[in-house]
Every structure is written in C-alpha cells, then in structure tokens.
C-alpha cells in the first residue's frame, strides 16, 4: 500500500458532508419552495456536492417556481470553508451577466428571493439542469464555435473586476500551493528535496516568461474551461452549440487560461486547434497574441495547484479513497518529472496561430 499523507482522517473524524444525506438534500429544497419527489442522483463533482433531482409541484407562489414543475433541477452544496459567501455571490452575479447577454452559460436560479441560500449549515444553490455532451475537439468548427462564445464571455468579464474572488498568478497557484505543501508536511521525506528543486527551478522560470510577456490585461475568466465543463448540443436541436457550466473556479487572469485546456496531442495538433479556437474568438473580440508564451507557465501553475489541492481536502473522506496514490513516492517523483519537463517546455518558443 502507498504511504498515505500524514493528514489522513481518523475514524472518529467526521467531514461535514457526512451529513449531508438525501433526506436533508430534499428538505435544503423544500425550504426554498422546491419540493423532491424523491429521486435524486448525485453527480461528479470532488470539490462540491451536487446532485440531480426530479422536482414534484413546487410550494408557494410565484413564476419561477410554477416554471419548474415536474422540472429536473442540479443543487449544488458548496464545500465549507473554500468560498465565503460574499466570494460565491460574485460567481452568480458574473453568470446573471452572462445570460443577461445571451450567453449559454447555466447560472443559480434566484429562489425565495436570492441565489445562495443556506441550510443546516450549508450554502447551496439550485440551477436547471442541462443535458448534452462533451464537445468534439477534434473538429475544427466546434473549436472556432467554443471560441466565439469564449470571448463573448471575456467581453463581458472585462466589463468590471472581480471585488473579492482571487486572481490566478504565480503566487496564488505556485508559491501558496507550496507553502501547502511543504507545512504540511504531504512530501515523504526521499522526494521533498528533489521537489523542492523541481519547483523552485519552474517557478523561476515561469516568473522570467512572464516578465517577458509584460503587462498582461486580466478579467474575470471561467477559470476552469477544460472539456468536460462545456456541454455540447449537436446541431439540429434546440440550444445547438456549447453551454457553459460549474463558474466555481471563476477568477481574474488573462484570456489565454480559458483556452489552453481545450489543447491537446502533440505541437502540431496544438497549433491547429489554437488557430480555430483564436480565429473564432477574433470574430467579436481580438487576442493578445503575447499571451500564448503564458500557456506552458499556467500548465505548470495548475500541476503544482493540482497537489494542493489534494492535500487540502484530504480530510474529505472521499480523496483517501479516489486517489490512494497521493503521498506515495511513486506519485511525488512524477511530480517532479512533470516539473522539469516543464521546465523545459517554457524554455521552447510558445505555440503560434
């Protein structure tokens, strides 16, 4: 068995999930005028908890509930002590603008008054729920078509800033994740040196690419646009095209970090795909040519926040149990390998459209 991180649970620990069960689901919708007719399924999510309901005819007055009678709604039960209230209220206000713009985006529907409520000491909110599949990213088109709408959103995110959710930079992604890590001590004691170096080798580099690059504009981003956050209606049906899910991770940044994660394959692949998504974003909104250098240090950015992230919620009963390997050697040499590949990678001449 792999080394477990030193943090990992104790039986007499109770993560606060543990409580959520599906009876207080239900009655965190009933207080809200929504009423379950008892099928429920949770669906894949490790940072939150969020689950697909069949609504009966909801309680009380009013249109927007009369609307979802007999409607499937997803409720979303935010993880304790990741965002505050104030934080998770300027996601909804950001996809409220979105849609009011006529953007697919599927944004928290406003019951009993508000978009965040709370129950039994958790926040949650309610959005509709919308069917399809991942995008084909393979096709050219579905690429130019996701890179419409992709600036369509940064045209709106550029609009204002965000007043209290962070920015993603070198120290909010790289050097507080290490700081994570290493007081807490997640590294066995024969790869903590060897990452440590990996590290510290990528983020001077990554720190040098970016002085490089120069000012760079930032606006609130997506955050977190990787394929399976895009859900895909084929053409021919209603709603054809991309819808944008789960802002979570909404934060400020530049334009590229909502692009770089629909890439993959290899350099020539990569180019392709860049040229589609970059020729359909310049339709409504020009791009930065620039920040293509910022791919490869944003790679690196997530790979480190990645593991700090795993540590952070490994007192979540369901980590120790997705991903048994976290904390084993095997996994941190990995890390590390990945490190100076990145290393290198930032060092090559950056993708080009």
């Not at 929504?34 to 999510?45: I, K, V």
């Not at 996809?95 to 008054?113: D, N, Q, R, S, Y």
């Not at 959710?165 to 790869?191: C, N």
Request: charged share 25%; aromatic share 10%; net charge negative.
């Amino acid at each position: 068995m792999p080394k477990q991180p030193p943090q990992t649970v104790s039986p007499q620990k109770i993560h606060a999930y543990e409580h959520l069960t599906p009876d207080v689901v239900l009655d965190a919708l009933a207080s809200v005028g929504l009423l379950g007719d008892g099928r429920l399924m949770a669906l894949s999510s490790y940072e939150n908890r969020v689950y697909q309901v069949h609504l009966e005819a909801p309680t009380g007055e009013g249109d927007e509930k009369s609307e979802l009678k007999g409607e499937l709604v997803v409720v979303k039960f935010y993880r304790p002590d990741r965002w505050t209230d104030v934080q998770i209220l300027e996601e909804h206000s950001f996809a409220a603008e979105l849609m009011a713009a006529e953007i697919p985006v599927v944004g928290a529907l406003v019951l009993a008054g508000k978009t965040l409520n709370h129950f039994k000491g958790f926040s949650f909110s309610v959005s509709p729920s919308r069917g399809g599949r991942r995008p084909e990213l393979d096709d050219l088109d579905v690429l130019a078509w996701i890179g419409r709408f992709l600036a369509r959103i940064h045209s709106v995110g550029n609009a204002k800033k965000f007043t209290h959710r962070p920015a993603l930079d070198l120290q909010t992604f790289g050097y507080a994740s290490r700081d994570v890590l290493l007081t807490g001590a997640y590294l066995p004691l024969d790869m903590e040196s060897r990452w440590r170096k990996a590290f510290e080798e990528a983020m001077l580099t990554a720190q040098a690419v970016f002085e490089s690059v120069g000012e760079v504009q930032t606006l609130r981003l997506h955050g977190d646009c990787h394929p399976g956050n895009i859900l895909w209606t084929p053409e021919g049906l209603a709603g054809a095209g991309p819808h944008f899910v789960d802002l979570d991770d909404a934060r400020s940044g530049p334009a590229v970090q909502d692009l770089w994660m629909l890439l993959s394959g290899d350099r020539l692949q990569c180019n392709r795909q860049l040229g589609a998504l970059v020729d359909g974003y310049e339709e409504f909104r020009e791009f930065s040519r620039a920040e293509l250098a910022l791919i490869e240090p944003l790679r690196t950015l997530r790979l480190v926040h990645y593991s700090a992230w795993l540590a952070q919620r490994w007192h979540d009963p369901i980590f120790p149990i997705n991903f048994p390997w976290f904390g084993s050697s095997d996994y941190w040499k990995g890390q590390v390998d990945m490190l100076e590949q990145q290393n290198e990678a930032m060092q090559e001449a950056p993708l080009s459209v």
